[in-house]
């Protein structure tokens, strides 16, 4: 990863954060993009390397305009951009008879349109390029659904088909576009999940724990590493086995 040019949205937090620090540890160049910034680098990490190699963008990513501003700024200040993960989500979890239309219309806004608007800011720089790394992080919800989380289900399933349409868009242009998709991982959005929910997932979830963040960070820097470059259009589940 040295050197490499690398986007990760809501990379401050959570998941992505985990993502944004394994990439900078490996020698990439991080931007991480979120709405809320820490109030310096020492806040977000200790670690020299970490401190060195990212810098963090604010920018909310269901909006284009904002987006393609901080995009085309990182690659006007770079030259390139290597890899973009798409990590930034969010729930509003109600049953459908409760779910009210902005619930619905932000979920989709930021975890659906969110990932197609970094997308469509960053492919014709990558196309440019003739080499791309895209990582979406999804959810094993998207393939299996879940009652109480119809908006979530519903852009996370969207992101499948959008992975595989660019994904043979723009293969001819040494850009692969692969999906991530989580089980339950431990992070500030399951802590939300009620007692009920949390047994639920541990009950069925057959390696009988959580994930931790570096687990799913693990497997995007696989997607964005060499060993990867023959895998497109593709979803892998990192549940602990509780899709299958
Ligand atoms: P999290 O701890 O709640 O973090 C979400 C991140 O997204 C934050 O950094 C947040 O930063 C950012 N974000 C939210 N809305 C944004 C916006 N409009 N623009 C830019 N950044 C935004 O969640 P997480 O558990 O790490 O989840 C990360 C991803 O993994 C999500 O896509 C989620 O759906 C997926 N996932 C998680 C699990 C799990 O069990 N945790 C399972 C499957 C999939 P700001 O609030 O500062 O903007």
């Not at 269901?62 to 729930?91: M, Y």
């Not at 499948?160 to 349409?165: C, F, N, Q, R, V």
């Amino acid at each position: 990863m040295k050197d490499k040019i690398v986007i990760v949205t809501g990379g401050i937090r959570g998941i992505g954060k985990a993502i944004s620090i394994a990439f900078c540890k490996a020698g990439a160049k991080v931007y991480a993009f979120g709405r809320n910034l820490p109030n310096s680098k020492t806040d977000f990490s200790n670690d020299e390397t970490v401190i060195n190699n990212i810098e963090f963008v604010k920018v909310d990513v269901s909006n284009l305009e904002f987006v393609s501003d901080a995009i085309s700024q990182i690659a006007k200040k770079e030259s390139r951009i290597d890899i973009l993960i798409n990590n930034a989500g969010i729930t509003k979890d109600n049953l459908i008879i409760r779910m009210s239309e902005s619930d619905w219309d932000d979920v989709i806004d930021i975890n659906l349109k969110g990932t197609f608007n970094c997308i469509k800011a960053t492919s014709r720089i990558m196309m440019g390029q003739r080499y791309g790394r895209i990582i979406n992080i999804g959810s094993i919800v998207g393939t299996i659904g879940n009652a109480g989380q119809t908006n979530y289900a519903a852009a996370k399933a969207g992101m499948i088909g959008l992975t595989k349409s660019i994904a043979k868009e723009l293969a001819s242009r040494n850009i692969t576009v692969n999906l991530i998709a989580p089980g339950y991982v431990d992070t500030d959005m399951t802590n939300k999940l009620s007692d009920e929910q949390k047994e639920f997932f541990m009950n069925n979830i057959p390696l009988k724990r959580v994930a931790n963040a570096d687990e799913i960070a693990d497997v995007v820097l696989f997607f964005a590493s060499d060993s990867a470059k023959y895998i497109t259009g593709q979803v892998l589940h990192v549940d602990g086995g509780l899709a299958m």
